[in-house]
T-cell receptor
Framework: KAGVTQTPRYLIKTRGQQVTLSCSPI?????VSWYQQTPGQGLQFLFE???????NKGNFPGRFSGRQFSNSRSEMNVSTLELGDSALYLC????????????FGPGTRLTVL | GENVEQHPSTLSVQEGDSAVIKCTYS??????FPWYKQELGKGPQLIID?????GEKKDQRIAVTLNKTAKHFSLHITETQPEDSAVYFCAALNYGGSQGNLIFGKGTKLSVKP
């Protein structure tokens, strides 16, 4: 089975721009969670999508949003980028979320200048 | 909400020695505790997990123990090898059921010296 794929792998944006990241989960997995990883804050949960619905949300501002498509692929969007948004954005795929195993993709490295 | 503390932040061992990483959690309702290994430039890789109805789980050179009363769990790696060098993260499910999300510790950078 193919693993979790994320595109693009690297992005450079400037403050004020917006960005869209994509995640393709493992085939058959219906839950996709997004995490932000920074050296200072570590791994922080952004949100989880299951069957095209946001089921859970972390403590991030409304500039961070996402969606999931009928094939379980997910996108996250960050609007009005700030310098502090520079991070590794990881998505994790799971059969149905919760206490099921989550498998991470390689991440998208976002740099905001 | 759930909070996960992880210690130590760095750990250096000689090849062949054992390594132990400890985590504590705050929410007694948490029922799922995975461990991840992250190598440079890669996403976290699930290496072992344990659920609250089990006290210990082993997979070859790695094992995890869980003490629900004390709310702590530990990762044990025996016969360490240089390829075990990486950052290890513990996590706890924020709350039970189908809608929980993982809360991660800050990570432990393990260095195995040949």
């Amino acid at each position: 089975k193919a693993g979790v794929t994320q595109t693009p792998r690297y992005l450079i944006k400037t403050r004020g721009q917006q960005v869209t990241l994509s995640c393709s989960p493992i085939s058959g997995h219906r839950s996709v969670s997004w995490y932000q990883q920074t050296p200072g804050q570590g791994l922080q949960f952004l949100f989880e999508y299951f069957s095209e619905t946001q089921r859970n949300k972390g403590n991030f501002p409304g500039r961070f949003s996402g969606r999931q498509f009928s094939n379980s692929r997910s996108e996250m969007n960050v609007s009005t980028l700030e310098l502090g948004d520079s991070a590794l954005y990881l998505c994790a795929s799971s059969l149905s979320g919760g206490a099921n195993e989550q498998f991470f993709g390689p991440g998208t490295r976002l740099t905001v200048l | 909400g759930e909070n996960v503390e992880q210690h130590p932040s760095t750990l250096s061992v000689q090849e062949g020695d054992s390594a132990v990483i400890k985590c504590t959690y705050s929410d007694s309702a948490s029922n799922y505790f995975p461990w991840y290994k992250q190598e440079l430039g890669k996403g976290p890789q699930l290496i072992i997990d344990i659920r609250s109805n089990v006290g210990e789980k082993k997979d070859q050179r790695i094992a995890v123990t869980l003490n629900k009363t004390a709310k702590h769990f530990s990762l044990h790696i025996t016969e360490t090898q240089p390829e075990d060098s990486a950052v290890y993260f513990c996590a706890a499910l924020n709350y039970g059921g189908s809608q929980g999300n993982l809360i991660f510790g800050k990570g432990t950078k393990l260095s195995v010296k040949p």
